[in-house]
T-cell receptor
């Protein structure tokens, strides 16, 4: 069965510090990987995606993620966070031949403080 | 561009009542989806559609029905609401190329 594991339910971090949000997925031959962000009381917004090509993917708001096929991981990173990055972050995977259905992780709450 | 529009945004139902949530997209997307979001559980797929007139079950379909009579609309129905259906419901659409979804802003449903 398809699954996505976000290892941390909450990540507290100080402003201007680096952050890494971890995501692992169940192995498959071909996958598409995504990170979405959800601000309080809002819908989900696409941060970045990996479809093919370079394993380092850059997204909006200074975020980036690296696809590691051997470790089945797609960790999200930002070198210096801002208060406005406080939000819930969801990793998601789509497997080929599944009508583009996304399977989501349970989310990581990023809390940035001064 | 409106993208994906969900109505209503909020609703309170009594146990046993019925209701329909409407999702409309203006991007000519073939694929549409309904998810529910619950604390600590992420988003779980309820039903989806790969084109007008088609529907299929997702991970948690029980207690819900859907219809896709027009390409731009995807309706989610609760025939007899239960407190366990208290959740935030999100609709999404995609063009099917694997590039991800466009989400609506959600419907917060409370069943008392």
């Amino acid at each position: 069965a398809q699954s996505v594991t976000q290892l941390d339910s909450q990540v507290p971090v100080f402003e201007e510090a680096p952050v890494e949000l971890r995501c692992n997925y169940s192995s498959s031959v071909s996958v598409y990987l995504f990170w979405y962000v959800q601000y309080p009381n809002q819908g989900l917004q696409l941060l970045l995606k990996y479809l093919s090509g370079s394993t380092l993917v850059k997204g909006i708001n200074g975020f980036e993620a690296e696809f590691n096929k051997s470790q089945t991981s797609f960790h999200l990173r930002k070198p210096s966070v801002h208060i406005s990055d406080t939000a819930e972050y969801f990793c998601a995977v789509s497997y080929t031949g599944t009508a583009s259905k996304l399977t989501f992780g349970t989310g990581t709450r990023l809390q940035v403080t001064l | 561009n409106a993208g994906v529009t969900q109505t209503p945004k909020f609703r309170v139902l009594k146990t046993g009542q019925s209701m329909t949530l409407l999702c409309a997209q203006d991007m000519n997307h073939e694929y549409m989806y309904w998810y529910r979001q619950d604390p600590g559980m992420g988003l779980r797929l309820i039903h989806y559609s790969v084109g007008e007139g088609t529907t299929a079950k997702g991970e948690v379909p029980d207690g819900y029905n859907v219809s896709r009579l027009k390409k731009q609309n995807f309706l989610l129905g609760l025939e007899s609401a239960a407190p366990s259906q208290t959740s935030v419901y999100f609709c999404a659409s995609s063009d099917g190329t694997g590039g991800g979804y466009t989400f609506g802003s959600g419907t917060r449903l409370t069943v008392v």
